[in-house]
């Protein structure tokens, strides 16, 4: 029996990364996880950044230029988007049904950016995300890595309003 290597720290305290571990302790931290395991980062953080991306290979034990090679080839992928400021709106089931729909809608109709695109003074990235781990908060959204439940479209434009 060959021992277990040790797996890297999760990045940071952000639930998001143990819905992420899991899906890699699921297989068996084994490298044909990659492509499964780059869409549950993108389903809980609507995208891959660098963090993630040299978490997941330290965790599957692969090289770091496989892991990029396979999150830029795949055009299902996103990389994480040019604004200032990332606004990930969650439209998992719990979240879609009390309301994710309306706080997309906001958005749009305040600063005409729909899921995936930036504003044009570049301040704002937005993006969707199938489940961000806090469906107690439903609807939620995560603003710059702070996650904030119970939100309406007032509430989350009132915050992005805030913003530099
Ligand atoms: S469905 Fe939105 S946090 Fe889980």
């Not at 997309?104 to 005409?112: F, H, K, N, T, W």
């Amino acid at each position: 029996m060959t021992l277990q290597q040790a797996k890297p720290p999760l990045p940071s305290a952000d639930k998001r990364w143990k819905l992420v571990n899991a899906t890699m302790r699921r297989n068996g931290y084994a490298g044909h996880a990659l492509i499964e395991t780059l869409h549950s980062v993108q389903d809980a953080f609507g995208f891959l950044d660098e963090i993630s991306l040299r978490f997941v290979a330290a965790s599957l034990d692969l090289p770091l230029s496989k892991v990029f090679g396979v999150a830029t080839f795949y055009h299902i992928f996103m990389l994480k988007p040019k604004g200032r400021h990332t606004c990930v709106v969650c439209t998992g089931t719990a979240c879609y049904i009390k309301g994710a729909g309306e706080l997309l809608d906001g958005i749009q109709a305040r600063y005409e950016v729909a899921p995936g695109e930036t504003t044009q003074d570049d301040r704002l990235s937005v993006l969707s995300a199938r489940c961000v781990g806090a469906c107690g908060l439903a609807p939620a959204a995560v603003l710059d890595g702070d996650v904030l439940g119970k939100q309406t479209s007032d509430t989350l434009i009132a915050k992005l309003e805030e913003l530099d």
